[in-house]
Nanobody
């Protein structure tokens, strides 16, 4: 089993930045893909960004150019650097990880963008 623990969420003003972290424990050596999804109130959970062990990344169109996903494989940790935050980015952000798809999930961390 794999456990994921997110950190770094909070309240930020529009245009500000936040960095989310997610540390994996347990059988973390098998985690080929790691990434982030988010869910805003009243909306479905949606992809934000993913990254493979080899460094291949996928981003949602809405965050391209503003968000950067990275990982430290040795630490089994994935990061999400969020710049130029907009009110529409307000959501609970979930870290995911797995062998081929995101199958293990963290508990989520709230990101609120508001003035």
């Amino acid at each position: 089993q794999v456990q994921l623990v997110e950190s770094g969420g909070g309240l930020v003003q529009p245009g500000g930045s936040l960095r989310l972290s997610c540390a994996a424990s347990g059988s973390s050596s098998s985690l080929t893909v790691m990434g982030w999804y988010r869910q805003a109130p009243g909306k479905q959970r949606e992809l934000v960004a993913t990254i493979t062990r080899g460094g291949l990344t996928v981003y949602a169109e809405s965050v391209k150019g503003r968000f950067t996903v990275s990982r430290d494989t040795a630490k089994a940790t994935v990061y999400l650097q969020m710049n130029g935050l907009e009110r529409e980015d307000t959501a609970v952000y979930y870290c995911g990880a797995g062998l081929y798809i995101l199958e293990f999930w963290g508990q989520g961390t709230q990101v609120t963008v508001s003035s």
